[in-house]
């Protein structure tokens, strides 16, 4: 089993719906949890951290987070063209540790 | 520049030659971080220095890859004996001390891509 598990995609979403991302992990010691986008040929961006149980919404990305469940997701509302990329999502236990990447979801939103 | 230099933006080499990868990182920045992405891949972790000692080094595939920091700037990774198999976008990023270290926000440079043939 992998540390942090995604759904490869592609994940295909007319523009302006909206995107679900998903993100599974198994180390329940986990305590920070980030999603990062990276388009192609291109490196990876931090957009959104979440830290505790809930939903955290900056703009148009909301992190939910589920500690019990040891899931976390992203949304992305009102989805356009540039949005486009692999999110990658990523756990960390402490400050100072690791960051632990899935696999990454390829999203195409289309015109 | 403000950012991550990685140099060289791309190598090809053959297999069982040396390679050497370099990161320059964000001027004050003590905590750098190696990782390694093949394609339809994540970022795969290699190895964390903070300051000048590798903090976790627990990513490193085998002894024909190694990795320092001397001055707690500047790093390399070094690769013996090439294999096919190291074919792959190697990443370096770096977070500054305190609070940010570990939060997550690390600095991506844009990579050195290695092919060997």
């Known amino acids: 089993q992998k540390e942090v598990e995604q759904n490869s995609g592609p994940l295909s979403v007319p523009e302006g719906a909206i995107a679900s991302l998903n993100c599974t992990y198994s180390d329940r010691v986990s305590q920070s949890f980030f999603w990062y986008r990276q388009y192609s040929g291109k490196s990876p961006e931090l957009i959104m951290s979440?830290?505790?149980?809930g939903d955290k919404e900056d703009g148009r990305f909301t992190a939910q987070l589920n500690k019990a469940s040891q899931y976390v997701s992203l949304l992305i509302r009102d989805s356009q063209p540039s949005d486009s990329a692999t999110y990658l999502c990523?756990?960390?236990?402490?400050?100072?540790?690791?960051?632990?990447f899935g696999g990454g979801t390829r999203v195409l939103v289309k015109p | 520049g403000a950012g991550v230099s990685q140099t060289p933006s791309n190598k090809v080499t053959e297999k069982g030659k040396y390679v050497e990868l370099r990161c320059d990182p964000i001027s004050g920045h003590t905590a750098l971080y190696w990782y390694r992405q093949s394609l339809g891949q994540g970022p795969e972790f290699l190895i964390y220095f903070q300051g000048t000692g590798a903090a976790d080094d627990s990513g490193l595939p085998n002894d024909r890859f190694f990795a320092v920091r001397p001055e707690g700037s500047v790093s390399t990774l070094k690769i013996q004996r090439t294999e096919r198999g190291d074919s792959a976008v190697y990443l370096c990023a770096s977070t500054p001390q305190g609070g940010r270290a570990g939060t997550g926000e690390l600095f991506f440079g844009e990579g050195s891509r290695l092919t060997v043939l």
């Open positions: 979440i830290y505790s149980n």
């Open positions: 990523a756990v960390t236990r402490a400050a100072g540790n690791k960051l632990t």
